[in-house]
Each structure stands twice: as structure tokens, then as C-alpha cells.
């Protein structure tokens, strides 16, 4: 089974902290995502990278940045933490080939800045 | 640009019910058409996918089908169980090799036993 883990479930920060947010993948996927959940407003785009090194911006790139450095590692950064960052972040991975392949997910991690 | 609408939720509903969840796209291109579903405290997961016109995807008693003259894919399953509570998302990607996918903003069913 293709694993996407997260490094951590909850996270509490405060204002003004830098956070790392570590995502890896167990199946050589090339390409790998950030997605940012808030209720009503669905999963929105931060960052997808589809190689080593290599990153794109989503639709609300502000206040963050990422770094893949390893195919299977994919971080996101947040440099000095704000309380509109408080939400639900998401990783996933696809292979390459087609969107026609599945994205998988990881569990999320839940976010709080103080 | 892209966009995904769909059914405002929460729903709630009996077990054995009929569930249906509508959900509408505007795309640039000729996209791909997909079903995400999360269950409480776990990441996404794809329910279900069509790829081109007229074609019906299915899963787990679930099924949508890709309607292009409506630009609709929506949601329906015969007969819920209370398992089948979770969030569900309607989503596309735009072409073969856009990977990037735009997403509703999901709607929360609740089944009752």
C-alpha cells in the first residue's frame, strides 16, 4: 500500500515561530502537494513539486514556502507563523503519467498558532 | 479558470436512505472527474473517477457519471450505512498531464442507525 505519513497529527504554535511541516512518501512518486483544509472552503493548493528540487506555486503560496531536497520528503515552512495559518494541512503524492492516477493523502496535521 | 461547486451540506440522513450530492465544474479544458471521501481523523481518499464523457464511476455502492452537456458529476449511493459518514469532495484536474487538482468545498454527511 502506497503510505503518505505526516510528521506530526497536532501541532501548537505561536505567533511568530518558524514551522516545519514534514511529509514523506514510501512509493516514488514523483509529484508531491500542500494543501491547506478550512470548513467551507474545500482543500486549496500551497505548493506541489514534481521532482527533486523542483517547486511550483499553488493558489495561496503567501506565508509559506517548501523544500524538497529528497524524492520522497516534501517540507512545508512556514517562516514566522501567523493566527490566519491556523488550519488543517495536507500532503499528497502522485505518480506521474497521467492525471488519471490516484493523489494519496496523508492524515493531516492540525495546526494551531497562538 | 477552474471550479468546482457542490452541495452545501451537512446532510444527515437514516440508514437505508437514498444519498445524492450534486456537484457542478467549470474547467479551461476536458477534465478528469473525482470523488474524494474523509472519514473522521483520516487524510482523503479517492471514492471514485471518471475520465471522459458519459462515464460512470463506481465504488462501495457509490456512483457518479461524467455528464458534460451539464458539466455535472454528481454523487449517489442506493442505500447508506452509518459508515458512510464522512466528508465528501467533488474534484477535477484539467488535463492529462496537470496533476494539480481544484476541489468543492465539500459536504458533511451524517447517516443515523
Known amino acids: 500500500d502506497v503510505k503518505v505519513t505526516q510528521s506530526s497529527r497536532y501541532l501548537v504554535k505561536r505567533t511568530g515561530e518558524k514551522v516545519f511541516l514534514e511529509c514523506v512518501q514510501d512509493m516514488d512518486h514523483e509529484n508531491m502537494f500542500w494543501y491547506r483544509q478550512d470548513p467551507g472552503l474545500g482543500l486549496r493548493l500551497i505548493y506541489f513539486s514534481y521532482d527533486v528540487k523542483m517547486k511550483e506555486k499553488g493558489d495561496i503560496p503567501e506565508g509559506y514556502s517548501v523544500s524538497r531536497e529528497k524524492k520522497e520528503r516534501f517540507s512545508l515552512i512556514l517562516e514566522s507563523a501567523s493566527t490566519n495559518q491556523t488550519s488543517m494541512y495536507l500532503c499528497?503524492?502522485?505518480?506521474?503519467?497521467?492525471?488519471?492516477?490516484?493523489?494519496?493523502f496523508g492524515p493531516g496535521t492540525r495546526l494551531t498558532v497562538l | 479558470g477552474n471550479s468546482v461547486t457542490q452541495m452545501e451540506g451537512p446532510v444527515t440522513l437514516s440508514e437505508e436512505a437514498f444519498l445524492t450530492i450534486n456537484c457542478t465544474y467549470t474547467?479551461?479544458?476536458?477534465?478528469?472527474l473525482f470523488w474524494y471521501v474523509q472519514y473522521p481523523g483520516e487524510g482523503l481518499q479517492l471514492l471514485l473517477k471518471a475520465t471522459k464523457a458519459d462515464d460512470k464511476g463506481s465504488n462501495k455502492g457509490f456512483e457518479a457519471t461524467y455528464r458534460k452537456e451539464t458539466t455535472s458529476f454528481h454523487l449517489e449511493k442506493g442505500s447508506v450505512q452509518v459508515s458512510d459518514s464522512a466528508v465528501y469532495f467533488c474534484a477535477l484536474s484539467d488535463h492529462p498531464n496537470d496533476y494539480k487538482l481544484s476541489f468543492g468545498a465539500g459536504t458533511t454527511v451524517t447517516v443515523r442507525a
Open positions: 474547467a479551461t479544458g476536458y477534465p478528469s
Open positions: 499528497a503524492s502522485i505518480l506521474g503519467g497521467g492525471s488519471y492516477n490516484e493523489q494519496f
